[in-house]
T-cell receptor
Framework: GAVVSQHPSWVICKSGTSVKIECRSL??????MFWYRQFPKQSLMLMAT?????????EQGVEKDKFLINHASLTLSTLTVTSAHPEDSSFYIC???????????FGPGTRLTVT | GQQVMQIPQYQHVQEGEDFTTYCNSS?????IQWYKQRPGGHPVFLIQ?????EVKKQKRLTFQFGEAKKNSSLHITATQTTDVGTYFC????????????FGTGTRLKVLA
């Protein structure tokens, strides 16, 4: 299966600052990547679908101006949390999907803590 | 909106006992996937079911997709402490949006 990395694995930032999270598909050309958010002891909530070379598609209730997604190449998508607040503290996970088998491969996740 | 519910939310079993988690979708699914997430980790793909009524086995794990393609189950026979984690189903809906909706998850604890 595909190997997906994320950087950083964890980050602590101050309220009001912005944080960029990278998702890399190491051995798989991903035209589409997905960004999820997971709060403690809860399920994964799809935030947006990242499309290479075009605008991301955001799920209902997710602010596109707050969660900026850039998918500039087939192997890299970035999620920037702008003007972060403590309620944005969460586990952010990206995934890529094999368009033939539909299997999903997840990155290791990024734990964001906003103080 | 589209919802995928799982029951139970939590399950504690004695090692050696069986365990089953059920997944129910509000709408018909194209396919369903199952994932396991260990504490502090990320979801790991277990299996995908596509056909109505499909049953697949992986050692002690048995996965089933309902005839109406709106529900699924995961059964673990003779649980082991290594089975600890949260099991999620994720459904691909037939609306053609090509995105998976995750179930609410079942957290399994196995007591030695």
């Amino acid at each position: 299966g595909a190997v997906v990395s994320q950087h950083p694995s964890w980050v602590i930032c101050k309220s009001g600052t912005s944080v960029k999270i990278e998702c890399r598909s190491l051995d798989f050309q991903a035209t589409t990547m997905f960004w999820y958010r997971q709060f403690p002891k809860q399920s994964l909530m799809l935030m947006a679908t990242s499309n290479e070379g075009s605008k991301a598609t955001y799920e209902q209730g997710v602010e596109k101006d707050k969660f900026l997604i850039n998918h500039a190449s087939l192997t890299l998508s970035t999620l920037t949390v702008t003007s972060a607040h403590p309620e944005d503290s969460s586990f952010y996970i990206c995934s890529v999907t094999d368009r033939v088998s539909y299997e999903q491969y997840f990155g290791p996740g990024t734990r964001l803590t906003v103080t | 909106g589209q919802q995928v519910m799982q029951i139970p939310q939590y399950q504690h079993v004695q090692e050696g006992e069986d365990f089953t988690t059920y997944c129910n979708s509000s709408t018909t699914l194209s396919n369903i996937q199952w994932y396991k997430q260990r504490p502090g980790g990320h979801p790991v793909f277990l299996i995908q079911l596509v056909k109505s009524g499909e049953v697949k086995k992986q050692k002690r794990l048995t996965f089933q997709f309902g005839e109406a393609k709106k529900n699924s189950s995961l059964h673990i026979t003779a649980t082991q402490t290594t089975d600890v984690g949260t099991y999620f189903c994720a459904g691909l809906h037939t609306s053609g949006t090509y995105k998976y909706i995750f179930g609410t998850g079942t957290r399994l604890k196995v007591l030695a």
